[in-house]
Structure formats: structure tokens, C-alpha cells
């Protein structure tokens, strides 16, 4: 049985209704968006987005929409929860509830993300990230003992608690001199590797190995 509508009511569903359209356009196609109007139970679902469930407008309240109608003080959001749609893929749940200015439940905003689709990606990327076999003697991407650099760099920082990027001139000076001392300057393109991680030019660095 329908509710009559207060303006204030009409005015909130009305709202509701954009804010589900634009959830809907930026979550898609992962996240099914619906709107439930708790005014009309027999009639709850008022708008659905990027429809994941197989429902249509016009079907009744759940009965999460049921509790929250009998109860004022049911929990207004619950996010989250573990939820599975009719076919049996697995789901991810938040039920937002919507109070009139009397304190009473006359919506719900609820977004449900198919899981299977993650878990899908996350499988494909397990699989591109997977290696296998070992590596060639000597075998590296990284051409001049660059990383090499940047590790003894960040481990400096570390030292100070800060990042290469963030010390101040006289510790940056102290860094070079460490890697001076450690035979690091004589590695090609040492220069230009220290100079990017600093954040600063070549010629600074040159004047930090003086």
C-alpha cells in the first residue's frame, strides 16, 4: 500500500534518484545501484542501475526494506555485507537508508558489486604477473648497477627517516660522499641516476662529489 507523500518526502526520492544515476554511470558496469522507495513496499524498487540482478522496477521491498520500515531505529547504513544474486554469483552489499525529517525510513540506496568480475581480473593478473624458471647468470633489466644506487640512496633516507627527495642539502651531500667512498660514482651513468632520484640536476650532484 502506497504512503502519501509529504513534499519533503517527494523532494528526498527525487534527489535520491540523481545520486543513483550518477552512481550508477561511474561504478559501471561492476556495481548495480538501486533505489528502494519504503513508501510504497509493494512497489519498492523505484530505479536500478546497471541492472546485475536480473530485477525490474515496480518489485517489493526486501526485507531489509521491511525491517527499516517497521523499525525507525533499524541501522541506518550497513555496508559491505556479503550478499549473492539469484544465479549464484557472489556479491558485495551497502544498504544506505533515508529518513525524512521525522526520523522515518522512506528510502534505500543500495549498491551491489559482483565479485566474480574481480575475481576474475585478479585471476588474469596472477597469472600475467607469475614467473617461472631461473634467471640467467648476470641477468638484469637494469643497466649500470642503477639499482643498485637508488637502494644504497633509499637507505640512507631511511636512516633519517625521510625519502631521498626530502633531504636537506648538507644530508645530500653526506649521501654522495658515501657513495663516492663506496666506488658507486664510477658506475655509468651514475650521475643522472642520483640526480633523478634526488629530484635535483647533474651539476648539483657534481658539486656534492667535490
Known sequence: MTTPRTPEQALLLEQLRHIADGLGRTLAPFCEVVVHDL?????AVLAIHNNLSGREAGQPATALGLARILDPGYEQVIANYPNQF????QAKSTSIGIKDGEGRYIAALCLNVDLTLFQGFQGMLDRFAAVSGQTPAHESLDAGGADTIRARMDAFAARLATTPRALRPEDRRALVQELKAAGLLDLRRAMETIAAHLGVS???VYSYAK
Open 39 to 43: 513508501l510504497d513496499p509493494d512497489q
Open 86 to 89: 539469484a544465479d549464484g554469483r
Open 202 to 204: 647533474r651539476a648539483t
